[in-house]
């Protein structure tokens, strides 16, 4: 795909997240000519203007439009509404149209929508610790009142980083949906019951998840470049389904080998959520030793009772 050229406009003066990213998002299909200015007479001779004059991009009327979850749009949803869906096509044409929405639903709800709610005073970040946020660190790049004039340099480096974080999304994403038939493919051809082997990590949780459906995976395993790694799989009370043993909990090398047995085990995390071995074979011995420990908090019960199910599957 060709990218026309376009004459954008928005206005000047202190710069939010809102028409900051809108400006990275027409930047990725569109040669852009930015001018950023009130002036309506040189506005009206643009063609798209987001953020200021009125207009379908400008969200600053009485009459705003909302999401169904009640939520205003600002510039920023608004032209990704307008021209999210052309912005994945041109990222990568091989995507389906059902794709395309997935991914423009995932951009708008885990992005876009943040931006919208906090420029209309929608407060959303509800948590005891400050914590920076998109739209914080955006409009964080305006210049401070005892700089020189630096406004539009400030807005275009701005632009830039808004670019990067809009590209890393959709590019998550994408490798999201790519990922889906090579962990469905481990997941229907696994050897260990409880347990999903990759030969490169991937990004499988939400694949798993459709796939997964009674919670029957413990662990993924998958390769790096010089290891192999074995991480829990939480369920959906976010808990993992099953932890790591205690004994392994920080130990490395020596002394993991020693406690698991696994010569080449390295380590094990504080978190008992990842442990890394040298081999497959070896990453493979420690799933199936935490595999046969006892649940944490196991009843006595429930301990003999999957005691004898483990001595049928063998007989």
Known sequence: MKK????????????????????AMLNQIFIT??????????LNKLDIVYDVNGGELDHHGIDKVLR???????????????????IIKFRDGSLSEEEINDIFNFIDRSLIEGIDALD????IDKSEIPLMNVSSILSGFNPVWYEKDSENENFNEAVGVAASILNNKINFKISVLKAKEKVIKAYETREIPQAVILDTYCPYIEALKEVDKDEKILFVIFKTKTNYIIQTVRGKDGEDRKKLPKAWLGKRDEELAKVTGVSDAIFCHTGRFIAV????????????????EPYEHESIISKIIRSVRKL????
Request: a positive charge; one cysteine or more.
């Open 68 to 86: 169904e979850d009640g939520i205003p749009y600002s510039s920023c949803g608004l032209v990704w509404s307008k021209y999210g869906k052309d």
């Open 120 to 123: 209309n005073g929608v407060w």
């Open 277 to 292: 071995a040298g081999s497959l074979e070896g990453i493979k011995q420690l799933a199936q030793i935490t595999i046969d």
């Open 312 to 315: 049928f599957v063998r007989k």
């Open 33 to 42: 000519d930015l001018i950023r200015t009130r002036d309506k007479k040189i």
């Open 4 to 23: 026309e050229f376009k004459k954008i406009g928005t206005h000047d003066g202190k710069f939010h997240a809102d028409e900051v990213m809108a400006t």
